[in-house]
């Protein structure tokens, strides 16, 4: 929807509590009467963006359990991840949603819900991955998978700040590390 997009927009280059309603309004080129037959409020809009950030961590976990070795799928669904964020009107985004999920607020709590269940998707993979012998039985799941989070997100925040970086020459060292990471040779 346009007024998500706008609003999208708004937030990452003023966070969710500095961006106004004016500016949304003004970004996605409407009145204000005529957001507020969409949105009642700011947080109905995050709210809408919340749930479509749940839809995209469903296609993420959906994607998890395709075909392939474990390895070939962490490492399409985290450059699609990488690509999901690159947009550079919104791509900062995400790091304003990490503000707000390690605040303790009801929208900090909607997106740490979210990651919840694509952290517990990850798990059952790599817990089926380990039970196979796909991967090392000897890592610790929960471990591996604050690592593998931690790699993602620290990509997302360093392809923000070097924009030019070619996100395609990405691929294969993150696949050397997911597969170091999960003790596959």
Request: hydrophobic share 45%; net charge negative; charged share 25%.
């Amino acid at each position: 929807m346009h007024v998500l997009a706008a609003a999208r927009t708004c937030f990452a280059r003023a966070g969710f509590h500095g961006a106004s309603m004016q500016q949304i309004c003004a970004e996605a080129q409407m009145s204000p009467g005529a957001l507020y037959r969409y949105f009642p409020s700011k947080d109905a809009i995050i709210e809408a963006i919340a749930e479509e950030e749940r839809v995209d961590a469903a296609a993420c976990v959906a994607a998890l359990h395709g075909e392939g070795s474990l390895v070939d799928r962490i490492t399409a669904v985290g450059m699609d991840y990488l690509r999901q964020t690159l947009d550079p009107d919104t791509g900062g985004l995400m790091v304003e949603i990490w503000s707000e999920s390690i605040r303790n607020t009801a929208l900090g709590r909607r997106f740490h819900e979210i990651e919840a269940e694509v952290r517990r998707a990850f798990q059952a993979a790599l817990l089926r991955a380990q039970e196979s012998g796909e991967i090392d039985p000897g890592i610790d799941i929960a471990v591996a998978l604050t690592v593998l989070f931690a790699i993602g997100d620290g990509l997302v925040m360093r392809l923000q700040i070097e924009d030019e970086a070619d996100i395609e020459t990405i691929e294969p060292y993150l696949r050397r590390v997911v597969q170091g990471l999960l003790g596959v040779s």
